[in-house]
């Protein structure tokens, strides 16, 4: 019973929370240096990118190697992530901006086919 309560609520709850904390998950790192935002773009998760970048998130932002949301999406193995290679570069994404290993995202993409 508690437990459908909660699951009713939850929706609007996670929205409030996301809205109220947005500030912390941008800027949030783990040990390599990756926001949520690039969380984000690693798994594909085309629903959660929108909204981080509708928020204001900088779409080119790089981590530590200096891998841009774009080259983790690249990189991905999940099955989203045409869906999100395809949000990121109409949202402004740049295709070559290179990592600190000097390759782009376009080189990438091309290699792996």
């Known amino acids: 019973m508690i437990n459908k309560k909660i699951g009713h609520f939850a929706p609007h709850l996670l929205?409030?929370?996301f809205f109220l904390f947005f500030p912390m998950l941008t800027h949030s790192l783990n040990e390599t240096d990756q926001t949520a935002f690039l969380r984000a773009a690693k798994c594909?998760?085309?629903?959660?990118?929108k909204k981080l970048l509708d928020a204001g998130m900088d779409i080119?932002?790089?981590d530590k190697r200096g891998y841009?949301?774009?080259?983790?999406?690249l990189l991905s193995q999940d099955y989203q992530t045409n869906n999100a290679v395809s949000l990121l570069l109409k949202q402004g994404a740049d295709p070559l901006l290179?990592?600190?290993d000097g390759t782009p995202p376009l080189q990438l993409a091309f290699n792996s086919g």
């Open 60 to 62: 080119n932002y790089q």
């Open 15 to 17: 929205a409030s929370l």
């Open 44 to 49: 594909g998760n085309v629903a959660c990118l």
């Open 98 to 100: 290179a990592a600190h």
């Open 68 to 73: 841009s949301a774009l080259l983790h999406t």
